[in-house]
Every structure is written in C-alpha cells, then in structure tokens.
C-alpha cells in the first residue's frame, strides 16, 4: 500500500462511485490474512473487493505492476494521512500512466453517446460517475482515461470520446486531452464545470477541487459550508483571477 509519486514507476490508478458500506477499507485490506474464514469470506463477497480485483487484473493485462485505488491505499483512521492523500489526490492521477474509470451503471458494450433520462434519471442523463464531484479532477488530471462498463469492458477512452465528453461536462477538448496547464482557464470556468456535481459530504465540495486550482488547505470534516469558503480564500490569495467574485 505505498503512496504514488514522482519517484515510484509507472502505475495505474482507478476512478470510480463509492457504494455505502461495500468497499474495502485500508485496514481491512491489510487485515484479510489475520481475519477469521468467516468475516474473511464476506469482505471478499463485497462489491467493492471484486472492483478490487478486476482493477487489478486489468492493470496486469496493461502491464502495470502498481494499482491505486482510493478506498484501500489510503489508511483514513489517520488524520494526517487522510489530509496529505487529498491535498495529493491530483498530483497522483495526473502521475498515472492510465486512470481507469469503472462506470457501474453502464451495461451496453458501447459508451452511451445520447443524453437518457429514463436509464440515468438521477444523474442528469448521463452515467452517475459524471455527476459526482471527485471524479472532476480524475477525468482532467491523467493522461489517459479509459472507461469500463459495469462488467469491465473497454467502451472507449477520453481521447476518443472527447467530443462527447465536452457534451457531458462542458470541459472543452483541449484540456480533456492535454490537461489545464497553460490553457488560460479562468476560476469561473472551472467551478462552472463543477457546479452541477455532488459529494456525500459537504466539505468534499470544495476539497475535490483544490487540486484543479493547484492550492492546499488542511481537511476539517464537520465545518460544512465553510471549507468553501476557505477554498474561496486561498485562491483570492494565490491568484489574481478576478472571475472568482462571480461564485
């Protein structure tokens, strides 16, 4: 369970939803060989271990010898570890040399390229990985994203599908292909390509965007509201972006 970075070799990473009460944590994952066959079995029945798994088996097929998955790398009884790990996030999906992104909600073997509401009624027409806010950043920061659908099947990558990538998220083509370096985007666009996004928790709001603003702030779950307004401050301190007085 090693934290990527810019010495360690070429790595994988996974971008996927987070379902309450079946991923595997950290410790339990570091546990599994001293657990008893009972409680053993059940964590290796949950969804989130066979996400795990079929991670990992991709990533060998791609000839990665390294995966980083968010649920288990990182030990989140740790304050400071939980803190540093965010305020890294982007830095280690922009490290990767391939992001999986794992669309639960896909069953066709093609990437939908039509707005459905009926199919993704709760997430704007589209597959739910493209409402949540985390998975921002995780699209914009690697080099290559590839998507996966529910049963692990290739359905295309960010460069293929830009053009419908920029309908779903309004990102345009040169930053979801070449990432936001040096393309002049203001504070305004991007909290406009966030604006529609959600996280279970308030704080997340505004912690999983601090990377695609390129700031740092300690994590202080419980202050609500107010992590956005701090994000809002450290920016006015490290930018001179007047279009942040627009959110």
Not at 145 to 169: D, M
């Amino acid at each position: 369970m090693e934290e990527p970075d810019d010495t360690n070799p070429s790595y994988a990473i996974l971008s996927h939803r987070w379902r309450a009460r079946t991923e595997v944590s950290y410790e339990e994952m570091i546990g599994l060989v001293k657990m008893d066959e009972k409680k053993r079995e059940e964590v290796k029945h949950r969804y989130g271990y066979q996400k795990i798994i079929k991670s990992c088996e991709q990533a060998e097929k791609d000839g990665y010898e390294w995966l980083w998955i968010d649920t288990c790398c990182i030990d989140k009884r740790s304050s400071a570890e939980l803190s540093e790990a965010i305020n890294s996030m982007y830095k280690w999906y922009e490290n990767a040399q391939i992001c999986y992104a794992y669309l639960n909600d896909v069953g066709e073997s093609t990437f939908p390229t039509k707005k459905d509401d009926d199919k993704f009624d709760k997430s704007n027409g589209w597959p739910e990985w493209f409402v949540r806010g985390w998975t921002l950043q995780e699209l914009i920061a690697p080099k290559e994203v590839g998507f996966f659908n529910e049963n692990w099947v290739p359905i295309g990558n960010k460069r293929q599908l830009a053009s419908t990538l920029v309908n779903i998220t309004g990102i345009p083509s040169e930053v979801l292909t070449g990432g936001r370096a040096g393309k002049g985007i203001s504070v305004a666009q991007i909290m406009s390509w966030a604006a529609d996004r959600k996280t279970t928790r308030e704080e997340d709001r505004a912690y999983s965007l601090m990377g695609l603003f390129g700031v740092h702030m300690p994590m202080l779950y419980g202050e609500g509201k107010k992590a956005f307004q701090r994000l809002q401050l450290e920016i006015i301190r490290t930018s001179t972006d007047q279009s942040i007085f627009a959110w």
